[in-house]
């Protein structure tokens, strides 16, 4: 029986950043098929949740098949990770719920705070990229949903189909503001604010990746180089101290053969 559960509540080692935030944005999925399974949603709206589900679907199809590329053994990847590919396939709402299984692996890792902690430390850069997606993913779904339910047969509106409300998503969270879709609504302008501001740090924290990128590899030249001063230091120390116990030794030597013929 423990064979058989291993999948869903042991993890062999610590999830990196990557894997942590496909766990997230399948808590996000479920949710979203959840809505569109009970909730009672206008054709637009529910065309709108559909697209985006399928985008995650692309994103956790991509990540499994890059994952069996890289793994060492391909068909024990597949035997931890199938569920990941059943619940990867798209317009198959019975499948998308095998998500539920990787909930619980992020109930079990928010109980190992270390294990969470560890790889974030430890891998910046991959943290910085997993908590983008996550975060673009997230600001999207939630951006472009809420703008269409509040925008929608409002008198004025023009954001009237999820095509309009995702573009207009897109164009508001990267400050580019064509202004051929906009929010007519109170409701609206606040929710496009968020985005805006949402965007404005969004971006700031990719140009700061990036400048870390370019920076990052001429203070690993530096450090490399300083090292190999250290060791060298610290060969020469060795071989200094080599040569001065040998010559120790010698004059203990010396000094036993006088000893002996002294007392002879």
Not at 147 to 163: D, F, H, P, R, Y
Not at 216 to 221: G, I, K, L, R, S
Not at 241 to 253: D, F, P, R, S, Y
């Amino acid at each position: 029986m423990t064979n058989e559960k291993r999948w869903i509540i042991q993890a062999e080692t610590p999830p990196t950043p990557f894997q942590l935030a496909m766990m997230l944005l399948s808590l996000l999925s479920v949710v979203v098929v959840l809505v569109l399974t009970f909730a009672r949603l206008d054709s637009e709206t529910r065309r709108l949740l559909f697209f985006i589900d399928t985008c995650i679907c692309l994103l956790f199809m991509s990540n499994f098949f890059y994952g069996l590329f890289k793994a060492e053994s391909k068909k024990t990847y597949f035997k931890h990770h199938w569920i990941d590919l059943v619940a990867s396939i798209p317009a198959i709402e019975a499948l998308r719920m095998a998500r539920l299984f990787q909930i619980l692996r992020v109930v079990r890792l928010i109980r190992m705070t270390r294990s969470l902690i560890v790889p974030m430390v430890k891998q910046r850069r991959q943290a910085t990229l997993a908590s983008l997606l996550v975060a673009l993913v997230t600001i999207l779904t939630f951006a472009s949903v809420l703008v269409l339910i509040v925008e929608s047969g409002v008198e004025g509106a023009n954001i009237e189909t999820a095509e309009d409300a995702i573009w207009w998503a897109l164009v508001t969270i990267s400050t580019v503001g064509y202004g051929d879709y906009y929010p007519v609504t109170t409701a609206g302008h606040i929710i496009g604010g968020i985005v805006i501001v949402c965007g404005v740090s969004f971006f700031g924290i990719i140009s700061g990746y990036m400048a870390s990128v370019f920076v990052a590899p001429d203070e690993a030249e530096k450090l490399e180089i300083h090292s190999e001063e250290i060791r060298s230091e610290l060969q020469m120390s060795l071989a200094r101290m080599e040569a001065n116990q040998q010559q120790l030794l010698k004059e203990i030597e010396a000094l036993k053969l006088e000893m002996r013929d002294g007392k002879k």
